[in-house]
């Protein structure tokens, strides 16, 4: 079946410590995105991508970090830079997304408490 | 700028019905409506494009007043399975298809 999928489902990190959160996808689309979830906030785009070894900053990509050196994945590195990363973080895909008429397809989410 | 969604939380009885609404300051290109449970990934529910193309469940209504920059989403005889948070996506007209999501709608059905 195809799909997303992001590990692990919670992860628990040291505040100063550098964490890497993993998206796949086997949909075979070239845009991939990541999401921060707040409670009453909704989603806002960290970083998106719309090809291999090409990505751009969304709107809070501050403390946050990606890569895309393949078209199935895109990892997402919370730095300590980062000055809240307490959240729920979702990554998702589509059909590239110029066009803005395809659906994203998210994945299950991971949620991230730094102690 | 964030859409903004009304109501921000709604409860109904099985089989009443609901509107979500969703508004942006901004000139559209197109309109995504998602649906969440909690703790879960969003799942897509339909799209409408500037010109009055939709693509989605055909379970599922809404409109795009593109003049209003609005959109409008339409539960009619609402099921329990219908609860969760719903989000508005706009696509601003000129910013490079950028999703960007409103704060949510929380909707519960009860028995």
């Known amino acids: 079946d195809g799909g997303i999928t992001q590990s692990p489902k919670y992860l628990f990190r040291k505040e100063g410590q550098n964490v890497t959160l993993s998206c796949e996808q086997n949909?075979?689309?070239?845009?991939m995105y990541w999401y921060r979830q707040d409670p009453g906030q909704g989603l806002r785009l960290i970083y998106y991508?719309?090809?291999?070894?090409?990505?751009q900053k969304g709107d809070i990509a501050e403390g946050y970090s990606v890569s895309r050196e393949k078209k199935e994945s895109f990892p997402l590195t919370v730095t300590s830079a980062q000055k809240n990363p307490t959240a729920f973080y979702l990554c998702a895909s589509s059909i590239p997304w110029r066009e803005a008429t395809n659906e994203q397809f998210f994945g299950p989410g991971t949620r991230l408490t730094v102690l | 700028q964030q859409p903004v969604q009304s109501p921000q939380a709604v409860i109904l009885r099985e089989g009443e019905d609901a509107v979500i609404n969703c508004s942006s300051s901004?000139?559209?290109?197109?309109v995504h409506w998602y649906r969440q449970k909690h703790g879960e990934a969003p799942v897509f529910l339909m799209i409408?494009?500037?010109?009055?193309e939709q693509k989605g469940h055909d379970k599922i209504s809404a409109s795009f007043n593109e003049k209003k920059q609005q959109s409008s989403l339409y539960l009619t005889a609402s099921q329990l399975s219908y609860s969760g948070t719903y989000f508005c996506g706009t696509v601003p007209v000129g910013e490079g298809g950028k999703l960007i999501f409103g704060q949510g709608t929380e909707l519960s059905v009860k028995p």
């Open positions: 901004k000139a559209l290109y197109s």
């Open positions: 409408l494009l500037k010109g009055g």
């Open positions: 949909l075979n689309h070239d845009a």
């Open positions: 991508s719309q090809i291999v070894n090409d990505f």
